[in-house]
């Protein structure tokens, strides 16, 4: 059961591009969504775990563990809402290059050689699969390649910052991290959408509201199946299970999304993958 409810969490992250582009669809936007999915969280975790707010307002890591939860889902959103799925998970997944210097820098954690290797492993994968179909040098496929890139950032600080605020209740962590899924996205809606960035918040229709309603019920179930696993499974384990999120998502946008993978994406992908699975020793 816990590995279900890992492979569970890891499904639902995996596929939430193909709901995400039907709410682009009826124009609900990726960051409007983002906001209403991690709504049920606030509240459920803030009604029946009170006691939690005042440990969030007190303590300033998990204020910053909830700017790197709202900044982590909105780009990730943002990004396998408009761009292609493949090349946005796996620049997401360069997690563990952004950990490395990370943990050196917040945690005081020496770079060890084969944390080394690790960079050099991921550097050389996002290469590949940043690299043009007609050759030439790597670049940025437009705004979703970026936001990726972002989402992986933000969810490397989101990891250390879990860690710095390992001392705190799980439920101060995770109405921390509800109210970052809220909160950052409704700000940056408001501040993207007066600009003209982003659309507006939409006219009321029953359609998106009921699908973002289904999916901020698959994302706090996929939240408790995770915290259940991962309490259940060590810690490097439970990192291994959750790379299946890359296979769900790059499977199913290839299957019915209109994707291809290309071959030296596959070899980029693998050389992440196998960066990614190289950091899951340190935690064993």
Known sequence: MPYLGLLFNAFVWGLSWWPLRQLQAMGLHAVWATMLF????????????????????????????????????AAFNWGVATGEVVRVVLLFYLMPLWAVGLAWWLLGERITPMAAVRVLLALGGALLVLRPEDGGWPRFNGQADWLGLVGGLGFAVTN???????????????????????????????????????PGWPAFDWAWLLLA???????????LAMQ???????????????LTEI??????????????????VL??????????????????
């Open 38 to 73: 991690f709504l049920m969280g606030v509240l459920v975790v803030g009604v029946t775990r009170r006691e939690a707010w005042s440990g969030v307002w007190r303590t300033p890591t998990l204020w910053v563990l909830a700017l790197a939860t709202g900044a982590t889902n």
């Open 160 to 198: 250390v910052m879990m860690r710095r605020a390992a001392q705190r209740t799980s439920a101060e962590r995770a109405l921390a991290m509800f109210i970052g899924g809220v909160g950052l996205p409704a700000l940056a809606g408001l501040a993207l959408s007066a600009q003209g960035l982003i």
């Open 213 to 223: 309603g289904a999916m901020g019920v698959a994302f706090f179930a996929a939240n």
């Open 267 to 284: 070899v980029g992908g693998a050389l992440i993958l196998l960066a990614a699975l190289m950091a899951t020793r340190d935690e064993a």
């Open 228 to 242: 259940y696993g991962a309490s259940q499974i060590p810690v490097h384990l439970t990192s291994v299970v959750m």
């Open 247 to 264: 296979v769900f998502a790059s499977g199913s946008a290839v299957w019915f999304g209109g994707e291809t993978l290309r071959p030296v």
